[in-house]
Structure formats: C-alpha cells, structure tokens
C-alpha cells in the first residue's frame, strides 16, 4: 500500500541533518520508503528473473545497499574494505548477499541508517573538499559523492519500479 503522505522532501526539513545536504537525505529515504512498498508481497521466485534481459529485481537490492556503502567509504576518506570488494563481485550472484526479498529489503534499509548517521555528522564546511574514487582516486568532492548517491539510487529505483512491475503484470 503507497503511503498518503507526501514525499519525504515535501515534509520538511530532517533533524540535525546539514541543510546542503537535506536533499540527499530525504532522496535515500524516499528510495527506502517506495523499495518497502514495493516489494511489499513480491514473489520470491521472480526474485532473480530477468524480463527482456534486463537487471533482477535481487541484482538492484542488493546494488543499492553495496553502492550507497562504497560510496559513502569514499566520503569518510577510505578505501574499500576485502569485504566490500567482495560484495561487490557478488553482485548479481544468487548465491550470495541476502538473496530473499525480506533480506535484501532490510539490507537496503540498515544501509539508508548507517548512510543517514554519516550525513548527520558530516560538517558543511567539508563539502566542497577533494574526495578520490576508487584505487584510481578519480576526482571528486565530498558533496559530488552524497549527490551521486542520491542519484544513482533513484536512477537503479527507477530500474526496480519497471523491472518490479513488469515481472508483476507478467503473473
């Protein structure tokens, strides 16, 4: 069932969270709140499916909860961790990271947590500070990071609406 309220960013400023960075805060919980519901009930079996060869549903959860913790390792200044590389590389593997619907939704949740404590704590006058990507240290900033956060994962929860109600309308 969608929630009657209106979007997150149209409810009002988030508590202690910097205002530079409300939108990304309100885009990750808004990400959370249509993935809850739109997995609400979704059959397990067409949980790896992949309609017109197109990314499971189970690929972009658990995407989503692996980008948002690269990502945000990157604003903190860190590399990746042999944990994080690894699920990476298992993206996409049924055999591996949460693959039950219920899972990778809490994943993805625990995520947005930990994503949100990091904004709360982020001091604003950081922002525009040099951040590198990946072992190339590609260039960025602290804000251009928490901006591709928010986008990459309303661009991948756009992908899911689809893919989610594709598999649906094909039950």
Do not use: C
């Not at 989503?64 to 990502?71: E, S």
């Not at 995520?111 to 240290?137: C, H, N, S």
């Not at 928490?146 to 994962?153: C, K, N, S």
Request: cysteine-free.
């Amino acid at each position: 069932m969608k929630s009657k309220q209106p979007e997150v960013w149209l409810r009002g400023p988030l508590d202690d969270v910097p205002a530079l960075l409300q939108p990304v805060a309100h885009a990750l919980l808004q990400a959370r709140e249509e993935i809850t519901d739109l997995m609400n009930g979704f059959p397990e079996q067409a949980l790896w499916t992949k309609p017109a060869s197109l990314a499971s549903p189970a690929f972009h959860l658990q995407h989503l909860t692996g980008v948002l913790d690269r990502l945000f390792t990157y604003i903190r200044q860190e590399q990746l961790s042999q944990r994080q590389l690894d699920y990476l590389a298992a993206e996409g593997n049924p055999n591996a990271n949460s693959t039950n619907v219920a899972g990778l939704v809490q994943s993805f949740s625990n995520q947005i947590d930990l994503a949100l404590v990091q904004i709360k704590t982020q001091d604003p006058q950081t922002l525009i500070e040099f951040r590198g990507v990946g072992r190339a240290q590609l260039p960025s900033t602290v804000i251009g990071l928490y901006t591709h956060a928010a986008e990459h994962t309303m661009r991948h929860l756009g992908q899911l609406l689809v893919t989610v109600g594709v598999l649906r309308h094909q039950a």
